[in-house]
């Protein structure tokens, strides 16, 4: 079993800047990949972006590409999303995901609220 716990939520201004962290626990040594996902209210959840546990492959959803970057720190068994020029519409419920190897997801996070006021 893999134990996901994200931090780093809250509130900010339209054009700031938040980091995301998720702290994997357990079997960490399965992990394939790990990726962020959100939900927004009324919205289906989507995936923000991606990255493979011991390799530096990247993905990113065409409405946060060149905003968003997605990192990891193995020594930390973290993984971050830094956030910057936010936009309102990145308001969500951000939950990071992890994966042996499936592209189902097959574990969560708690998740953490970004709000961005206009």
């Known amino acids: 079993q893999v134990q996901l716990a994200e931090s780093g939520g809250g509130l900010v201004q339209a054009g700031g800047s938040l980091r995301l962290s998720c702290a994997a626990s357990g079997r960490t040594f399965s992990i394939l990949r790990m990726g962020w996902f959100r939900q927004a209210p009324g919205k289906e959840r989507e995936l923000v972006a991606r990255i493979t546990w011991n390799y530096d492959y990247t993905y990113y959803a065409d409405s946060v590409k060149g905003r968003f970057t997605i990192s990891r720190d193995n020594a930390k068994n973290t993984v971050y999303l830094s956030m910057n020029s936010l936009k309102p519409e990145d308001t969500a419920v951000y939950y990071c995901?992890?994966?042996?190897?499936?592209?189902?997801?097959?574990?969560w996070g708690q998740g953490t609220h970004v709000t961005v006021s206009s």
């Open positions: 995901a992890a994966t042996r190897g499936s592209t189902n997801y097959e574990y």
